[in-house]
């Protein structure tokens, strides 16, 4: 199975630029997709094919990538995204996700 | 707008049949894949399988043997049956529209499913 490594937590202040980065243990092309889970709450999808906005999502988040290594970007941070931030690959078979990074808000 | 909802039993002892539901709304079956992804008490996300829109299935290779997904297109719903349940299939059970290139598009809010004796 494609392996897909998050670092397991950051921390930031408000107004500032995050970068949280998936990387895949063997190529995905550009399937690469972001969600972000708040507690309490189910999956949303922010990001598709590694840099496409999904309907709905503010301009502040950002993908980019391609091959084994993707990056989720917010910028500016706000209060309200605290949350942890998943990726998931659907290239190969069977589909996988990270295993997720925490965002804390200062 | 595109609502998806899980249903079934909260608490299941070892060894039992899981059957869940999964009502959806705002689309068509057979336009949109829908899969499970189940999400063990503050963990990740793990894909199960998907019923695709012209009614295929693929199954995650680590369940494929005890799992089975099905659908009533009449009905909008989607079935997820795994046998052989243990401790370790405790989580909150997610029926998901697939969307573009294979994601995840809207979810459902889950259902929490317990095994234990």
């Known amino acids: 199975d494609t392996v897909l490594t998050q670092s397991p937590a950051l921390a930031v202040s408000p107004g500032e630029r995050v970068s949280i980065s998936c990387r895949a243990s063997?190529?995905?092309?550009?399937?690469m997709h972001w969600y972000q889970q708040k507690p309490g709450q189910q999956p949303k999808l922010l990001i598709y094919?590694?840099?496409n906005l999904a309907s709905g999502v503010p301009a502040r988040f950002s993908g980019s990538g391609s091959g084994t290594d993707f990056t989720l970007t917010i910028d500016p941070v706000e209060a309200d995204d605290t949350a942890t931030y998943f990726c998931?690959?659907?290239?190969?078979?069977?589909?996988?996700f990270g295993s997720g990074t925490k965002l804390e808000i200062k | 707008q595109v609502q998806l909802e899980e249903s079934g039993p909260g608490l299941m002892q070892p060894s039992e049949t899981l059957s869940l539901t999964c009502t959806v709304s705002?689309?068509?079956?057979?336009?949109?894949?829908v899969g499970w992804v189940r999400q063990p008490l503050g963990k990740g996300l793990v894909w199960m399988g998907t019923?695709?829109?012209?009614?295929?299935?693929n199954y995650n290779s680590a369940v494929q043997s005890r799992l089975s997904i099905s659908r009533d297109t009449s009905k909008s719903q989607v079935f997820l049956k795994m046998n052989s349940l243990q401790p370790e299939d405790t989580g909150t059970y997610y029926c998901?529209?697939?969307?573009?290139?294979?994601?995840?598009?809207?979810w459902g809010q889950g259902t929490l499913v317990t095994v234990s004796s």
């Open positions: 094919k590694a840099s």
């Open positions: 705002g689309f068509s079956l057979t336009s949109n894949g």
């Open positions: 998901a529209r697939q969307g573009l290139q294979w994601s995840f598009a809207y």
């Open positions: 998931q690959q659907s290239w190969n078979d069977p589909f996988t």
């Open positions: 063997e190529g995905v092309n550009s399937y």
């Open positions: 019923i695709w829109a012209g009614g295929s299935t």
